[in-house]
């Protein structure tokens, strides 16, 4: 078992910065991916961001360029710097990882606001 524990939200101004970071349990080997997905109310849960094994990353079409991914090649870590920041950001954030199809696992989630 694995547990993702995440950190970084916040509330923050429309334009500002913040980073989300999620670190597993334990360290695991050859996964296959890890990424960010988030959820706002009434609304499904959507990519945000994902990086897989050998560094291709992919993004939401949402992002446009504000985000970056990136991963810890210490420890099964993941992070995303999140820029220009707006209103429709707002949503809980989810960090994923899969290690192979069908072991996966989720964090418990970070809110994100972006507010004036």
């Known amino acids: 078992q694995v547990q993702l524990e995440e950190s970084g939200g916040g509330l923050v101004q429309p334009g500002g910065s913040l980073k989300l970071s999620c670190a597993a349990s334990r360290n695991i080997f050859n996964i296959y991916s890890m990424g960010w997905y988030r959820q706002a109310p009434g609304k499904q849960r959507e990519l945000v961001a994902i990086i897989y094994y050998g560094g291709q990353t992919n993004y939401g079409d949402f992002v446009k360029g504000r985000f970056t991914i990136s991963r810890d090649n210490a420890k099964t870590a993941v992070h995303l710097q999140m820029t220009s920041l707006k209103p429709e950001d707002t949503a809980v954030y989810y960090c994923?990882?899969?290690?192979?199809?069908?072991?996966?696992?989720w964090g418990q989630g970070t809110q994100v606001t972006v507010s004036s």
């Open positions: 994923n990882l899969l290690i192979r199809v069908g072991d996966d696992y």
